[in-house]
């Protein structure tokens, strides 16, 4: 009974400090601007909804979240596939030099993102102000390799070996048993790498200065004035552009869990080195 007290406690606590400023946001996007002005710690007094509808029309967020859509979902799936395609045989240590490769990868994880030469490097190849190039940008990178390389060590190795008895091709293979074997890992790097691309502002501001090609974060910066910010306006934007990451919370809440409790379980293990030169091959 105690420790049940004890968690509840900490849930209550947690629930308080997590979702009190989300509450307080919401009840502000009821709110009139001059209510807003006149009691910015109360409850709306009239409520309304005009601030939902001037803030899809001013952010214009019908085209906008077509376009975060975009640079969510695409570089989010081929960072999936080619992180799966290089952890597997690293994992198992199909090749030499793997724990080489391994450490190359998490010694890269804590290296600050070079923005200006990034910057410099997409108006040199033509990338710069281009929806293909800005995917370009934003696909090729090593995220989630760690993770998934945790996560694969906990599938058995006969599994390989039964499916090269059976002839069973490579590309095959990963798609058709490592893959389905990986959904947990595999859910939560999506929802990592789906929030981490859907609430990107730094880049889209830097490399994309068309307005047809912004994102929902680059439409809801421009609600900032430079002198006024009409608060409720922002508050609406803001819970707009925040409800697709809550619908992908509630749907994959439970691969989320499971994802991150078996990399972490396996995360720790050093890269296996096969004990006979034919199982390399």
Not at 19 to 42: E, H, I, N, R
């Amino acid at each position: 009974m105690r420790a049940t007290g004890r968690n509840l406690l900490c849930f209550a606590i947690a629930a308080v400090l997590f979702a009190a400023p989300l509450v307080y946001m919401l009840l502000q996007s009821f709110k009139t601007f001059t209510g807003f002005l006149q009691d910015p710690t109360g409850l709306p007094d009239p409520w309304t909804l005009e601030n939902f509808g001037e803030a899809w029309t001013q952010g214009d967020f019908g085209r906008q979240m077509l376009n975060s859509l975009v640079y969510a979902v695409i570089p989010d799936t081929v960072t999936l596939v080619l992180g799966v395609f290089l952890a597997f045989p690293v994992s198992r240590g199909y090749f030499k030099r793997s724990n080489a490769v391994y450490a190359f990868f998490v010694f890269s994880g804590f290296l600050p993102g070079g923005l200006i030469p990034l910057f410099i490097e997409a108006q040199a190849l033509g990338l710069y102000n281009s929806m293909p190039g800005y995917l370009i940008l934003t696909s090729l990178s090593g995220a989630g390799f760690f993770f998934f390389v945790g996560y694969v060590k906990g599938i058995p190795k006969e599994i390989d070996e039964a499916a090269a008895l059976e002839g069973c091709g490579y590309v095959r293979f990963i798609f058709t048993i490592i893959i389905p074997q990986m959904k947990p890992a595999l859910a939560t790097f999506a929802i990592f790498g789906f929030v981490h691309a859907w609430n990107n502002l730094i880049l889209p501001l830097v490399m994309l200065s068309d307005q047809q090609l912004w994102p929902v974060t680059r439409g809801l910066y421009s609600f900032f004035g430079e002198h006024t910010q009409n608060w409720p306006l922002i508050a609406a934007g803001t819970f707009i552009v925040a409800a697709p990451i809550l619908l992908l919370f509630v749907t994959l809440q439970r691969y989320l869990v499971e994802g991150v409790a078996g990399g972490a379980a396996f995360g720790t293990q050093g890269v296996a080195v096969p004990a006979e030169r034919g199982e390399a091959r």
